[in-house]
């Protein structure tokens, strides 16, 4: 597991902060992020888009009806195919 914020509190604060507003913008904005092609049928349509600021931090969320919702926030370095993979099983 990430922790974004060990050891700083500071750095937790900021990183909540950007996250809120990113996740704001996207559920203005929805269609901002790329659209990777997931197998998962339950992820078709999911959209990735970088945290600003914490450009290693991304989220997956689907488009709604009345904004977003977010399925994630993971780091980049991580293997999302097969993170969201293991989650199903």
């Keep these: 597991m990430y922790d974004v914020a060990e050891g700083s509190p500071a750095l ?8 809120h507003k990113t996740f704001a913008l996207l559920s203005t904005q929805p269609e901002m992020g790329c659209s990777p092609k997931f197998k998962r049928r339950a992820l078709v349509g999911a959209r990735i ?16 009806e009345n ?23």
Aim: glycine share 8%.
């Design 67 to 89: 904004g977003i919702e977010i399925l994630r926030v993971i780091h980049g370095a991580s293997n999302i195919q097969r993170l969201l993979r293991l989650e199903s099983e």
């Design 49 to 64: 888009f970088r945290i600003r600021g914490f450009e290693n931090s991304l989220i997956i969320y689907l488009t709604a």
């Design 12 to 19: 937790g604060r900021r990183f909540l902060v950007a996250a």
